[in-house]
Every structure is written in C-alpha cells, then in structure tokens.
C-alpha cells in the first residue's frame, strides 16, 4: 500500500491530478493521429521512406527553430494561459486536416502544411508543459510527477496506435484525425479547472528575460551540458521512431495498419514499465545512470535492426522502449533538478529544442538510409550511432574523474558570475 501510495503521490495534487486526466485522453488521441498521419503519407506516397521523412522534418523544424523564444515566453508569461491557447491551435489545425482528408482529393501538400503548423505551436507547448510540471507539484514531488507524466504518455502510446490501426482498417483516416482534434478540448477544459492560487509560481514571471542569459547560464554549468550533448545525438539518430517503424512493419514484414499499430505498442508498452519505474525517485539522477541508460538503449535498437520475425521484434521493441524512457528521464531530470527555477524555463526549452529539433536532420538522413539501404538500416545506424555517442560521453566523464573533476560535481542551482544571478 505505501508503494503504490509513493508511485502514485503527485496525483494528490488536485491541478496535477486535472492535468494527467486531460493530457491522457489527449495524447492517447494524437498518437493515434500519429498513426493515421503516417499511414496516409505512405499511401499517397506509394510507400516513400523520403516522403515520411519530410513530414516528420516539416513536423520538428520549427521546434528546432522557435523553442528557445518558446522557452523565453514560458519564463516570461504565465504558462498555463501558454498552454491553453497552444492546446486550441492544435485543435483547430488537427480540425483542417481532418477536413482536408474526408473531403475527396486529399494530397501529401495538406500533410505538409499541417505538419509545419503543428511544429510551430509545439514550439511554444513543449518547454511551457515541461516546465509547468514544477508549478503544479513543486521541487520535491517534481521527479514523481515527471515520471507519472511519462507513465500516461506511454500508457497513451499503448493504447493509442492500437486502437488507431484498428480503426483506420474500419474507417480510413479522416476519422481518427478528426477524433483527435476533438481530443484537445480535455487538455483546455482541465486547464480551465485548475486552481492558480495552488500553483508553486516562486514570484511573478520575469519580464527581462533573454534567451542568451539562459544559454549563457547552460554553458557555465557542465553538469548540464553532457547530458545535453547524449540527448542531441540520441534524439538526432536514435529516437526516429515515427520514421523507422511504419516502414519496418510495412517493407519488412508486410504488414497491415493493425500490426504496425502493434509495434508501436510494444514500443510504448515497455517505456510504460520504464516510466512506472522511474516514480519512486525522489533526488537527481548520477551521470553514470545517464550515460549508462544510453549504453543500454544504443545496444537494444541496433538488435532490433537485425530481428528475424515479426514477434522478435515485438520482443525487443519492449526492451527498447524500456531503455529509451530510462535514458530521456535520467537526462530530463538530471537537467531539470540540476536548474535553477528562474531559468527552468529556457533550460527545458534548450532541453526540448535538442531533443526533439535535432529530429528534421535526423530524419531526412534516415529516411534516405531508409529508402536506399532498407528499412532496417534506419534502426541500425540509429543504434550504433546512440552507442558511440554514449560512449564518447562516458570517455569524457572518465578523463574528467582522472583529473580530480567528478562528473557529478557543479550541481549547485545559484552560482555567481551567471548571468541573471546576485
């Protein structure tokens, strides 16, 4: 009883407790969108592996480009009114899609527009949801609220390419898509619900904030920066999943939309486990675990490449799943407890920019790897490459050690000479 009271205890807060509730209803909808969008890129394409890239290019380049000044905004104004407005526009672009594919003559330029409209508006929603976790439960629940939110997106991305690859064989795309533009009015309304005065604001948002203070402040702090460099490259190669897996279950083991809906679940599945995992911490992850998680994930892809039948690769996908949530908690609360809340902000916006604007490249890489080399290549490179970078990492922290430096070392959130500090 008290282990699942502790598993649990971030769900005790009341503004927590609406945001899970509409983000899982909300997520579960867009990962089935997700699903529909992939599925309708592949067959207006005639299955091109460069075509899915783009879109999941189109989908991350304004990430890459925007999420800084998203981070700006985030520190500077209030982030729940930021989420809430960036929750509708989502809504209203999903809407157009869904329009654009139940209305006849839908072509891959639609898929390209929304994806670019949707990148934009996660630019400023990203860096303002991951740094809103901390106001809702404060510092100390912070790492169990964290891992919960990680629990429901991946019970979400579970559920959510299952259902998706079941209904798209009934009912096509149009409809999901549409499903899930209805979805975001959960996030809104919870939103709307939530109590401000409960919230753990620590003062009035920050009016002069600028985005080279908090890089500035990201690069006096090597404890940061480490992690920052894995998550680039892992994000870069290994996290393409959205690329890798439609082509996977369809060039590799031809298989219909209900399977591919399959391996994403066993993906989601295992970094389900790892979530419920990762809720009993309660401090700030070790540099080794990070590096370590990473080790562990580079190795799991790169099996994964190589899997003989369709249920071996259900198998290792789980495994996989498990690491690659392991490895992005580790590194998000490393960073994130490692932060001083004045520029939390810009921190998880550089956070998110690095992680997931690293993508576009990524994906255009793979994608031709992909379309050239097979679809297994996408996977493999993406593995060994992740490897390498982990390696590369754990080399540093050794080097760093040897010299009297501790890889754990500097983690003081107030440290003078960065700017914005007294």
């Not at 000044?69 to 985030?74: E, I, K, Q, V």
């Not at 006849?104 to 409209?117: D, K, M, Q, S, T």
């Not at 904030?209 to 402040?217: F, I, N, P």
């Not at 790169?302 to 690659?324: D, E, H, K, N, R």
Request: charge should be positive; proline fraction near 5%; glycine fraction near 10%.
């Amino acid at each position: 009883m008290n282990r699942f009271r502790t598993t649990f205890e971030a769900l005790s807060v009341r503004n927590f407790r609406l945001f899970a509730g509409g983000q899982l209803l909300s997520v579960t909808c867009t990962w089935m969108m997700i699903v529909a969008q992939d599925w309708l890129v592949l067959s207006l394409s005639g299955d091109s592996g460069t075509a899915l890239g783009l879109v999941t290019a189109l989908q991350f380049t304004p990430v890459l480009l925007l999420t800084l000044y998203g981070g700006r905004l985030a520190d500077r104004y209030d982030k729940r009114v930021l989420l809430i407005c960036a929750n509708a526009a989502s809504g209203v672009l999903s809407l157009l899609l869904a329009l654009a594919v139940l209305l006849p003559g839908a072509e891959l330029w639609h898929v390209y527009l929304f994806a670019l409209g949707l990148g934009t508006v996660n630019a400023v929603e990203v860096p303002a949801r991951l740094s809103f976790v901390s106001e809702m439960v404060g510092a100390e629940l912070l790492p169990n609220a964290s891992a919960l939110s990680a629990a429901y997106f991946n019970a979400a991305r579970v559920v959510g390419p299952a259902l998706a690859g079941l209904l798209i064989s009934r009912f096509d795309t149009g409809p999901v898509i549409a499903l899930n533009a209805v979805s975001y009015l959960a996030t809104v309304l919870s939103l709307l619900a939530m109590r401000p005065g409960e919230l753990h604001r620590g003062g009035a948002p920050q009016r002069a904030t600028k985005v080279a203070d908090g890089l500035a402040y990201v690069r006096s702090r090597p404890d940061l920066l480490l992690p920052m460099a894995l998550v680039a490259v892992v994000g870069m190669f290994g996290f393409n999943f959205q690329l890798t897996l439609p082509l996977l279950a369809k060039t590799v083991f031809h298989a219909d939309s209900a399977a591919f809906g399959l391996l994403a679940s066993a993906l989601a599945a295992g970094s389900l486990l790892a979530a419920f995992a990762t809720t009993a911490r309660r401090g700030r992850p070790s540099a080794t675990l990070v590096v370590a998680s990473a080790i562990a994930f580079g190795l799991l892809e790169t099996l994964t490449a190589f899997a003989p039948t369709f249920t071996s690769a259900l198998v290792l996908l789980a495994a996989t799943g498990f690491a690659t949530i392991t490895f992005a908690q580790a590194a998000n609360h490393r960073i994130q407890l490692g932060s001083d809340p004045r520029f939390r902000g810009r921190v998880m916006a550089l956070y998110a920019l690095i992680l997931q604007g690293s993508t576009p490249v990524g994906a255009l890489l793979l994608g031709w790897l992909a379309e050239h080399w097979g679809a297994r290549s996408g996977l493999y490179v993406g593995g060994l490459v992740s490897l390498a970078a982990a390696l590369a990492v754990l080399a540093v922290q050794l080097r760093r050690t040897d010299t009297g430096a501790l890889p754990d070392e500097d983690t003081r959130p107030n440290r003078p000479g960065v700017p914005g500090h007294r």
